[in-house]
């Protein structure tokens, strides 16, 4: 079957809500055409993002009743610590609250002032964090990430020929630590290859650089291994997982995405140095070191969910419904970036609406169109969320891509809203014309796309 059904049943069910046009545009107007401005109640299918989103199992409920709210040593942090390093191996796990906190305690402590940090391409977060502590963030992905037609199976790989010449460029001693987000969200949830991951920690090992994960969508990722990297695909996905991770010297989490649970997130290191300053920090800002931020109930939610990912059958249909998107809008013309990512699929605003200039928001008129047309929420990643202002001409500078991400929520929808979903793409890519761009009435001073405003320009 091309496309597994759902390996589950449906045991408690949340019902969503139809609105009107006219009150999803009145919605749009009081939120400022942003999308993040929104209230979900008035969401019908909310693809804004598969953050915290995902629907916890039956095993991961019965947990929450054995949740251990003890201040210190909770059971649950044991029994959360024992799973994450039989996955992760790491020799300290620092739970925290979310993944961005992990970010943050790391680069606190190890990033100093005009330092720089490497990665495949930073999520939003992560480039925030380390320029909050004035260092460099770099992405360093191979270019053909930027091509959103070309196909290749691990599009989310590291330039290695880039990695060195930037090392050699900038210094080893401006590099604490070198980064591989998996899968590469921002470059369009593509998987990062074995060979591509032990030839990084090879190189970095050379100039005595570690190697930190940035490791939301690892079983995602490790999918992918299984199903495209030659000499994987008869090896179980928790083992690629676990070879995977020996290539590095720590990670950041935030198990909101594969950790299956609403909140959560930690910090894997081996350096006993860092992990002790970390912890320290940790007390001041999140909590006692074995709870991090969180319940007793909510680690054990994460251990479990931390195992239930890892499942072969879940993995299948996951990556499969996702597919299943993408291949349904690529059927009817729709230009989406390829190939299908593992946890979105995005929406090239460039092509879908080539009347409207990047300094009008394409990818956000894009999601506001999704919205007023039909109830959907998606997020753009494009200008809004990645543009820079020139420092000498105060123009915008933007990035390679204008995309609309429709990211899914683990185990949350069926394949019957799914369909939904791309017959609505599909009949307003027919009338794409008819979409107006945008113009920006306020923004933040960084991280501005969650609060920015918006707005509608006379159609042209
Ligand atoms: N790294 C990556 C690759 C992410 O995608 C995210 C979050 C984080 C770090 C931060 O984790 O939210 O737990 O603090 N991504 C979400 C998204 C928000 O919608 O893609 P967090």
Request: charged share 25%; aromatic share 10%.
């Amino acid at each position: 079957m091309k496309f597994p059904s759902e390996p589950f049943k449906i045991k408690v069910v949340e019902p969503i809500r139809r609105t009107s046009r006219e009150e999803r545009e009145r919605l749009l107007r009081e939120a400022g055409y942003n999308l993040f401005r929104v209230p979900a109640e008035s969401v019908y299918v909310d693809l804004l993002t598969d953050s915290g989103t995902s629907a916890m199992s039956d095993a991961q409920w019965a947990g929450l009743m054995l949740g251990d709210e003890s201040y210190a040593g909770s059971k649950n942090y044991y029994h959360f610590t024992a799973v994450v390093q039989s996955i992760f191996g790491y020799r300290h796990i620092i739970p925290t609250h979310q993944g961005r906190m992990a970010e943050n305690l790391l680069f606190s402590t190890v990033l100093k002032p005009g330092m720089h940090v490497p990665n495949n391409i930073h999520f939003d977060t992560t480039r925030a964090n380390v320029e909050h502590q004035q260092a460099e963030a770099l992405d360093l992905v191979i270019k053909e990430a930027y091509d959103p037609h070309c196909e290749l199976p691990f599009k989310g790989n590291m330039d290695l020929v880039r990695l060195e010449e930037t090392i050699n460029r900038l210094g080893r001693h401006s590099i604490p630590f070198a980064m591989i987000t998996i899968t590469n969200n921002s470059g369009g949830g593509q998987p990062v290859s074995m060979e591509n991951i032990k030839r990084t920690k090879e190189l970095l090992t050379r100039y005595g650089i570690p190697l930190i994960f940035d490791g939301c969508r690892f079983a995602e990722n490790c999918f992918f291994i299984k199903e495209r990297e030659p000499g994987y695909e008869g090896t179980a996905v928790i083992d690629i997982a676990r070879e995977l991770f020996s290539y590095g010297d720590g990670c950041t989490m935030s198990a909101k995405k594969d950790g299956l649970v609403n909140i959560g997130g930690f910090l894997g290191l081996n350096n006993e140095r860092w992990a002790q300053d970390i912890t320290n920090m940790l007390i001041l800002v999140e909590g006692f070191p074995t709870y991090g931020g969180l319940a007793g109930r909510d680690l054990e939610a994460m251990a479990r969910g931390l195992e239930e990912v890892l499942d072969e059958d879940y993995l299948r249909f996951r990556i499969s419904q996702v597919r299943y998107l993408g291949e349904l809008l690529d059927a009817a013309g729709v230009p989406i970036l390829k190939p299908i990512g593992g946890h979105a699929v995005y929406l090239n605003a460039k092509e879908f609406l080539p009347h409207i200039p990047a300094d009008q928001y394409p990818a956000q008129a894009l999601t506001v169109a999704l919205y007023r047309e039909y109830g959907i929420r998606g997020v753009e990643i494009g200008t809004v969320m990645f543009g820079k202002r020139d420092a000498l001409t105060g123009r915008t500078i933007h990035p390679e891509l204008e995309l609309v991400r429709l990211a899914i929520p683990r185990r949350v929808y069926t394949n019957m809203q799914i369909t939904y979903v791309a017959e609505s793409i599909s009949e307003l890519y027919r009338r794409r014309d008819s979409i107006a761009g945008l113009t920006m009435t306020y923004e933040a001073p960084m991280l501005r796309h969650f609060t920015a405003r918006f707005e509608e320009l006379p159609p042209l």
